[in-house]
C-alpha cells in the first residue's frame, strides 16, 4: 500500500520538527508515525502536543481520557488511533473488559456513561440536539467544564482520526482487535 501523506523523518523533516520529533522519541521510545506525519506541519505537530499536554490536567481524569479517545476512535473507524490509544490504556490499567466496553460507549458508571454518549453525540451529529446528552451528564454530576473538556476531546481526537485515515498511517502499535460490531 503506498501511502499518501508519508511520515517525516529526521533527514526530511522540517527544522522546527526535528525538536519536537526528538522529544517525542524520548517520550515513547521511538516516533509513532502518526506524529511523523503531523511533522509536515510543525505549527500543527506543537499545537497538537501542546493541547495533548494541557488535556491531562483538565477536570477529566486520563483514564476518562482514554475512555473517550477508545470510543471516538471506534466511532471514526480509525485503527491506528484503536491501536494506540488501547496500549496506551493498557498501561494506564485499564483492562480489557474496560477497552471492550469503552469502544461500545459503555463507561463503568453513570458519569463515565454520560461522558460517553456526549462524545457520540457530537462525533455523529457535531452536537446538534445534545440536550437529552447534555442532561444525563448533568444528572450524573458532570459539571459544565467537563462537558466542554468532551467537546475538547473529541475535537483533538477526530483530527488525529483524519490525520490517521486520510495519509493512510500504518499502525505501529499491536494491533486493536476489530470491534465486534464490524
Not at 450524573?140 to 473538556?149: E, K, L, Q
Not at 485515515?165 to 470491534?179: E, G, H, I, N
Request: a neutral charge.
Amino acid at each position: 500500500m503506498t501511502l499518501r501523506i508519508p511520515p517525516v523523518t529526521f533527514d526530511n523533516a522540517p527544522e522546527a520538527s526535528k525538536p519536537l520529533l526528538a522529544g517525542i522519541q524520548q517520550a515513547f521510545g521511538k516516533v509513532p508515525e502518526l506524529f511523523a506525519t503531523i511533522g509536515h506541519s510543525p505549527v500543527v505537530l506543537d499545537s497538537l502536543l501542546a493541547w495533548d499536554h494541557a488535556m491531562t490536567h483538565s477536570s477529566l481524569s486520563l483514564r476518562e481520557i482514554e475512555l473517550l479517545n477508545l470510543h471516538i476512535s471506534e466511532l471514526n473507524g480509525c485503527g491506528y488511533c484503536l491501536a494506540a490509544h488501547e496500549a496506551f490504556a493498557k498501561h494506564k490499567g485499564l483492562s480489557l473488559r474496560d477497552l471492550e466496553r469503552a469502544r461500545n460507549g459503555l463507561g463503568a458508571d453513570a458519569r463515565e456513561d454520560a461522558l460517553l454518549a456526549l462524545a457520540r453525540r457530537v462525533v455523529r451529529t457535531g452536537g446538534s440536539r445534545a440536550g437529552g446528552e447534555v442532561a444525563q451528564a448533568r444528572e450524573a454530576g458532570v459539571s459544565d467544564a467537563t462537558i466542554i473538556d468532551v467537546l475538547a476531546m473529541v475535537a483533538l481526537k477526530t483530527f488525529t482520526n483524519a490525520v490517521a485515515l486520510v495519509a493512510q498511517t500504518r499502525v505501529d502499535f499491536p494491533k486493536a482487535p476489530r470491534s465486534p460490531q464490524d
